[in-house]
């Protein structure tokens, strides 16, 4: 059973376009982070959520937690061709200690010029 | 400063023999986590770690997979009697001590990629 599902899974726009990206689940996080990886390399944290309804902005990258902690977007504001990547999103359910990440299943991004 | 450093960054095994995977976390942290992320899926969970103790290895295949991180020097992560199955990219994450928003942040090395022949 995946706890987080991320929508769509692949996406390829052009430069300029706007997008989101979804991250759902059924289950309560105590915080949630966003993760970008690139082809051979491990994931590099972009941005960590913890409070229901939050959202926190990074140069073009909006970053959202839903009111219930259940769910989250990204937006990312006119995409650029190194916007390209894998973007993870994981979840802790821990609260108050470190604990697992569980990952969502990715979204695939593309972008061209 | 430092990031997670993890070597080899790739392995070749033969079936049968043993892979061992090193992780040096980022300075001042305390708390190690290994995942596997398999071809075309996602990351998965394997185990978490402080100085000499497990606090969940319920990501860890019940046999063959064993990990530790001792006092001092890297965590390791040992798989023994390798097979095809085991061909992946394992990950290693750091995360500073408790107590702030910090310790929900996990940092990850670039991976070890393993692949069994």
């Known amino acids: 059973t995946q706890l987080l599902e991320q929508s769509p899974q692949f996406l390829s726009i052009q430069e300029g376009e706007n997008l989101t990206v979804y991250c759902n689940s059924s289950s309560v996080f105590s915080s949630l982070q966003w993760y970008r990886q690139e082809p051979g390399e491990g994931p590099v944290l972009l941005v960590t959520?913890?409070?229901?309804?939050e959202v926190k902005k990074l140069k073009r990258l909006t970053f959202q937690f839903g009111d219930a902690r259940k769910d989250s977007s990204l937006h990312i504001t006119a995409a650029q061709p190194g916007d390209t990547g894998l973007y993870l999103c994981a979840g802790d359910m821990n609260t108050g200690t470190a604990s697992k990440l569980t990952f969502g299943t990715g979204t695939r991004l593309q972008v061209t010029l | 400063n430092a990031g997670v450093m993890q070597n080899p960054r790739h392995l070749v095994r033969r079936r049968g023999q043993e892979a061992r995977l090193r992780c040096s976390p980022m300075k001042g942290h305390s708390h190690v986590y290994w995942y596997r992320q398999l071809p075309e899926e996602g990351l998965k969970f394997m185990v978490y770690l402080q100085k000499e103790n497990i606090i969940d290895e319920s990501g860890m295949p019940k046999e063959r997979f064993s990990a530790e991180f001792p006092k001092e020097g890297p965590s390791i992560l040992r798989i023994q009697q390798v097979v095809r199955g085991d061909s992946a990219a394992y990950f290693c994450?750091?995360?500073?001590?408790?107590?702030?928003?910090?310790?929900?942040?996990?940092?990850f090395g670039p991976g070890t990629r393993l692949t069994v022949t």
């Open positions: 959520v913890v409070t229901g309804g």
């Open positions: 994450a750091s995360s500073p001590i408790q107590g702030a928003l910090a310790s929900y942040e996990q940092y």
